[in-house]
Nanobody, 116 residues
Framework: EVQLVESGGGLVQPGGSLRLSCAASGFTFGIYDMSWVRQAPGKGPEWVSTINSGGGTTHYADSVQGRFTISRENAKNTVYLQMNNLKPEDTAVYYC?????????RGQGTQVTVSS
């Protein structure tokens, strides 16, 4: 069974930082690209970032480019999202996501709130 468990969210002031983690199990983590998406209250899901299976290629949404960094440790079946210079508009539930055989999986999410 595919499982994705996000952690690391919380309340942070504008300009602050958080590091999200996503622990994966139930599939061969090291051969799949992994993504982070987010969903703000009252809005649809927004893609944030993707990292390829080997970790050497990353992509970011324009809204987070230069502030967020995605990384992974295949030995630990974990993907991370380092978020710096957070803004109120980054407030959302953050999910990690994987596509396996045309099916999308995501975890339960972790809440990130940016507020003074």
């Amino acid at each position: 069974e595919v499982q994705l468990v996000e952690s690391g969210g919380g309340l942070v002031q504008p300009g602050g930082s958080l590091r999200l983690s996503c622990a994966a199990s139930g599939f061969t983590f090291g051969i799949y690209d992994m993504s982070w998406v987010r969903q703000a209250p009252g809005k649809g899901p927004e893609w944030v970032s993707t990292i390829n299976s080997g970790g050497g290629t990353t992509h970011y949404a324009d809204s987070v480019q230069g502030r967020f960094t995605i990384s992974r440790e295949n030995a630990k079946n974990t993907v991370y999202l380092q978020m710096n210079n957070l803004k109120p508009e980054d407030t959302a539930v953050y999910y990690c996501k994987v596509r396996i055989s045309l099916r999308q999986y995501r975890g339960q999410g972790t809440q990130v709130t940016v507020s003074s």
